[in-house]
């Protein structure tokens, strides 16, 4: 691994400290810049996938310490129509804010007509809602760049720039629904397009367009389900057909390719490089087994702080911190974004990232 992957490391120690000074201000004088109170509604998508868990606890329990009451919402297994019930509850109970990660990003503007109306200002939530000027911010993690680091990652594992190739690759991302999708996987092939043009990369699939490789709702089953029907067509076996890398956006995908995998007879000495995203548990236990090579940590912790931060200041009558107003349009003009820095996790750093850090317990990762 090049010492060029553990650069963001010092980035994110940074915002963990941010954290803990937001705790520390919400327990004490700080949380006084929210004395008058006000209600935050939150809608995150599901409770199906370990990160929305996390990322709605960490806001709850910032905004909570900072003097807000919180109404925290999750859309059923990633359900339109619950989500849109719930957010309409919260507006209709008179909340102040609202944070959202959107389970479809093009669901949302008839409801979000109602809170524009109501004058809410809504936060975007990690997902950008589209086609909707109800949008006021948006909070995310610099999704591109979260691309990028996996198709970097792949690059600098096989040696590309210095290799003849033939290696051979399939690809995984998420939901069509999710904007995000148009970011992380235009990062990866930022990096790997050029590698495909040449030959060096080959995917017998090939299945290489966005739409081709996205997996509905982020699903583990269905990324299970097509990686099967790809060892099948295209007979990759640790014997037989050699598959070098499995480029998947996150760790749903990534561990359906894995399962995948492994019941095809792969081990940890034969494994592919998996890429990921979240860091969840399943992943890094995957990644301590030798099974995926690597996922991008996106510290909900960082996110929830600087959320917290944007949430504070609307309620004061001040402008949020922002650090992007050219890269994120929603179909309605730019909306201003604060962007959080994400970092390669691998075997070589989880430790320091993760259990070093306080994000998981070692009784998380080794029971």
């Known amino acids: ?38 209600r935050i509604g939150i809608s995150m998508p599901t409770r199906s996938l370990q990160r929305w868990n996390q990322d709605g606890e960490n806001l709850q329990r910032l905004l909570e310490e900072a003097g807000f009451e919180v109404d925290l919402q999750f859309g059923g297994e990633n359900e339109v ?91 995984f991302t998420g939901d069509p629904g999710d904007n995000n999708i148009n970011f992380f996987f235009p990062g990866a092939m930022s990096i790997l397009q050029q ?39 295209n007979n990759y076996s640790p014997t037989g057909q050699q598959l070098h890398a499995v480029m998947c956006s996150n760790d749903s995908t990534a561990q359906g390719v894995t399962n995948a995998l492994v019941n095809a007879g792969f081990t940890a000495d034969n494994m592919p490089i998996i890429t990921g995203q979240d860091c969840d548990i399943i992943s890094v236990r995957n990644m301590v087994a030798g099974l995926q090579a690597m996922s991008v940590f996106k510290d909900t912790r960082t996110l929830a702080a600087n959320v917290v931060e944007m949430v504070i200041a609307i309620m004061e009558g001040n402008e949020p911190p922002i650090n992007d107003r050219e890269n994120y349009n929603n179909g309605t003009g730019i909306i201003p974004t604060f962007l959080s820095v994400p970092v390669v996790a691998t075997l070589d750093n989880y430790r320091e990232l993760l259990i070093d850090s306080g994000y998981y317990t070692e009784d998380q990762i080794y029971s």
């Open 81 to 171: 129509p619950v989500q849109v019930a719930q957010i309409e509850n919260m507006i209709a109970s008179g909340v102040d804010v609202l944070v959202i990660a959107a389970i479809d990003g093009d669901s949302l503007t008839e409801v979000l007509a109602t809170a524009e109306e109501a004058g809410i200002p809504v936060i975007a939530y990690d997902r950008l809602i589209m086609n909707t000027a109800a949008v006021t911010y948006y909070a995310t993690f610099d999704n591109f760049l979260v691309g990028e680091m996996q198709g970097r990652f792949i690059e600098e594992a096989l040696d590309l720039p210095n290799q003849p190739g033939p290696f051979y690759i399939e690809f």
């Open 1 to 38: 691994m090049k010492k060029k992957h553990f650069r963001p490391v010092v980035a994110v120690m940074l915002a963990i400290l941010l954290v803990v000074g937001l705790a520390a201000c919400g327990a004490g004088g700080g949380g006084n810049q929210a004395d008058g109170g006000g």
């Open 195 to 233: 590698y495909l043009d040449d030959g060096t990369l080959v995917a017998l699939s090939g299945q290489t367009d966005i739409l081709q490789v996205a997996t509905p709702g982020w699903s583990t089953e269905a990324a299970q389900a097509r990686m099967e029907n790809l060892i099948s067509m």
